[in-house]
């Protein structure tokens, strides 16, 4: 945070159009949270103390450390009504927004004080545990916590606030709040829609955990919307982008697992010894596949298996393992053979995971850890599945009805702008966190699933994105919204297709033919065509 | 047969105890053939013609090319009332045994004449066809035709005629005669157990299909127990030898199917295109796949998936590939780790295939044509069978209780001379076809399963042996019996386990514990321990 602050180079009104010196910043911040301001703000360390750490008993929240951004969303909110609180609106109202970017960054670069809640009775970690590494989201197309809060809790950028380390109280009163629909300014309603699913169990179970986890500094998420490169803070052009991806009540989403679709068994209802290990690590690397230590060294780029088949490939109409299992070996016109489950999973690397870009140079052997893992965890998800029944409903993704319109990737940058880049950045180069784990996968350039995935065809894309898209709100975009942002996301470049053998026009022709498939046929804006140049980094 | 007539050592009585002249032998019987005896045997001509062709309309046999010690077999059987015909019994009860070999060999040596049925329609071959290649076994415990008179219907060795390019009426004579117990000198009554399953419909069609055959020389079986190794024709000994492996009415058998087990799907219901064709060529390599031109060079030794699943993977009790399918992957002790479907017929190509020792010098890859084609029929099998579950009825083969008296190679020496000699050879070797392909399993020695595969644990192999053998007989031997003869055949040298690293007692003690597993513990005849010398072609 100290390196942000040095390089934070917005224009204060009350210095007088010179670089402002960083020592001057944070003392202009210091002094409003120790002594407030002339005009009416009460010193914040009055509620949040002189460490930012809050005061539990009295449900004020932690806020030393949390993402600068962040913070001043909250008060730029409160200011303007759209969050609400008796003490804190009307010391927000009282804030210019040059303040509010001052004591934002103050108390963002503070160190994160120690708390030491206790943490909650094992059955209640393990309730909050399953929320946070799953969700609910065949069941109740609720997503995991860990989702868009990171695995750790310490939160993402400046619209998924860190949570870990936070007081109980005050995390329980904001789920309560949010469900209730009397907090609602999060972005695109995603909290709302997710907070609508909770159980009062599960909003205790999971203030009491969360409070008990240590808070650490949030995953910085350079390429989101209101925190572009080169910008630290949001100014008041951003705060109306800001608006945009805020939609009061939250969309009614798909309520999966409605249509009588196969339910792979519960999480933990594994086999004892090392089968049952081996489907765990199945499971892992499924989820984590370009930073597991198995897993890792096949995966060329910033993809995970658990991108394209949500759930950890439970989830009906979102390419289920279980309908897949059943479903090979079978002959594709992709390789034009009979293709094993294997070989199949081994395509997967190959394209989606682009794995000659890899340590290891290819996909996994068949017989591999890796290869291992993935078939039994597969088979394990498809237990009671009846063998060779390759229409079991929700398999794959639900063709999408073509439009009138077509698709259009001018119309689908809006859409993405306003849908997409608030996970996946402006620049489609989503978020990792720093040991490489993929928080929010990249949709474009070299960390990419390549030419020859699935997913680079604008049907494909267009299918999953629409019963997909976004995480948490499925079913919520309209069908033009999906075909348009698909064919936005396909138009950029990406790894090459690996059946490239040096010729962008015979490749185009034996494996790019039909009008879903930007490759080797349409331009880019620096002009050359798509597939022709190495995407860059 | 030339060569055979030339190397026959039999003395001959009319002969001063020299060495006889094979133009003379020749010329004796011919002279029976043509003017038959002085004591009152007719001409053999008058019915069967010069060239030894038969009388189709009158129902006379060909007998020219036959094997001719099963024509000697036949007139002693007559000779001695074992079978029955109003002209043959009494031309047979003149003929001395010297005279019944001089006649057998000349017509075994003619010429075999060209047979001119017409095939018969479409839907009458299919039958037969199906008949001849498949049998019935799961349905009804019929084995396939082709298993005991070959793939082309020329026969093997003396006990299994060819019936290629018989007369038609005779063949339906014959048919009819096994099913009613009018002809009885079948070896273990293995034809009278198979005719008892057939239908009019049915024995109308292999009658006409196998008339429209060209006929063709037989196998030799030189192991078999009435033409060991330096003999050709079978002298008074084995007269009784005979006696002992024929025995009158069939025992009842199992019927298999009847314990409500896993149907696969029906043969001819196949998927159209590239995955139906890969599927059949999985069907054929399974059946043949140390010769068929796909997989042969991966295997080591004689040996076809088939010999130990039989009915092609299809039967219950004898470890079916449907139940297995299901139920991998799977963590095996063997190798202690979790197995792949794919690394478990890897092991079967290690192990029971002795890959070590094939062309290839190892098992096929996992993208293999042979890998690939043997999972889509796997799967083929399974198919409607519920993922997952690791205990179909009928998986595998049943656990044999173990008797009071334990298990003797000994005692099992005497039970493979009576029961399994006649097709496995009385060394063990079975019986191979011109072009490799396997007609009866080698048991032991070079060409058999190696000493890692799970055939040579003696509980494995009793097994196996008492639900499945003899072929057409299942069911028919005792615990005991099945015990013992297991302890026989796993008596014997095999191919080395492949996990052996150079010192026999090490590889004992890692992989050959227990007492139904005589590698490193037991000696040969010879005196070294088995698993201490190279088993010899």
Redesign the interface.
């Known amino acids: 945070m100290a390196t942000s602050i040095k390089s934070y180079p917005v224009l204060l009104a009350m210095l007088v159009l010179s670089t402002v010196r960083a020592g001057t910043d944070a003392d202009l911040g210091a002094k409003i949270a120790a002594q407030g301001t002339t005009d009416g703000v009460a010193p914040c360390m009055s509620c949040h103390g002189a460490d930012g750490a809050g005061i539990a008993a009295a449900g004020y929240p932690r806020i030393a450390g949390m993402n600068a951004d962040y913070l001043a969303k909250q008060l730029r909110d409160f200011h303007a009504g759209r969050r609400d609180h008796p003490v804190m609106t009307p010391m927000a109202k009282a804030l210019t927004e040059d303040k509010i970017l001052l004591v934002s960054a103050y108390y963002g670069a503070m160190a994160i004080p120690t708390v030491a809640a206790q943490p909650p009775d094992a059955e209640v970690a393990r309730l909050a545990q399953e929320l946070i590494a799953w969700g609910d989201w065949t069941g109740r197309g609720l997503p995991a916590c860990s989702q868009c809060h990171a695995p750790a809790g310490n939160g993402i950028g400046a619209y998924f606030p860190g949570i870990g380390g936070q007081h109980a109280g005050y995390l329980k009163a904001q789920l309560q709040a949010w469900r209730a629909g009397t907090r609602a300014n999060d972005p695109l309603g995603l909290m709302q829609a997710a907070a609508q699913h909770l159980t009062d169990a599960e909003i205790d179970a999971l203030s009491a955990y969360y409070a008990a986890q240590p808070a650490a500094a949030p995953v910085p998420a350079e390429n989101a919307p209101t925190a572009a490169a080169g910008k630290f803070s949001v100014g008041p052009d951003e705060v109306h982008a800001g608006e945009v991806v805020q939609q009061g009540p939250p969309p009614a989403g798909r309520e999966p697992g409605e249509g009588g679709h196969f339910r792979a068994p519960p999480r933990g209802d594994l086999p004892d010894?090392?089968?049952g290990e081996?489907i765990l690590q199945g499971q892992a690397i499924f989820g984590n596949t370009n930073a597991h230590k198995v897993s890792a060294k096949y995966v060329g780029n910033d993809q995970a298996c658990g991108n394209c088949h949500l759930d950890a490939g439970r989830l009906a109409e979102s390419a289920p393992l279980?309908a897949a299992?059943?479903a090979?070996?079978?002959?594709r016109s992709k390789n034009r053979?009979?293709?094993?489950y294997?070989?199949r999973i081994q395509g997967c690397f190959t394209y989606s995971m682009n794995a000659q870009a890899s340590a290891a140079g290819g996909p996994p052997?068949?017989?591999s850890e890796t290869?291992?893992?993935l078939?039994?965890y597969s088979?394990?998800l498809?237990?009671?599945?009846?063998?060779?029944?390759d229409s079991m409903p929700g398999r794959g993704y639900p063709r999408l009805k073509e439009t009138e319109q077509g698709f259009d990737p001018e119309r689908g940058a809006v859409v993405y702008a306003a849908k997409c880049a608030l996970c996946h950045g402006e620049n489609g180069a989503g978020v990792a966190q720093g040991d490489g784990r993929t928080l929010f996968p990249p949709l474009w350039g070299s960390e990419s699933y390549n030419w020859g995935a699935g997913m680079h065809k604008i049907d494909a894309a267009a299918a999953f994105i629409r019963h997909n898209m976004p995480l948490g709100l499925a079913d919520s975009l309209s069908d033009q919204e999906a075909w348009d942002v698909a064919a936005y996301m396909n138009s950029h470049e990406r790894p090459q297709d690996p059946r490239h053998e040096g010729n962008l026009q015979a490749t185009t022709e034996r494996f790019h033919g039909g009008k879903f498939d930007y490759y080797g046929k349409r331009r880019t804006v620096e002009g050359h065509l798509l597939g022709e140049q190495p995407a860059r980094k």
Chains 1, 2 share one sequence.
């Open positions: 010894g090392p089968f081996a279980w299992w059943v090979y070996p079978a002959y053979k009979v293709n094993t294997i070989e052997s068949a017989d290869i291992v893992s078939v039994a088979y394990w498809a237990k009671g599945a009846p063998t060779g029944d």
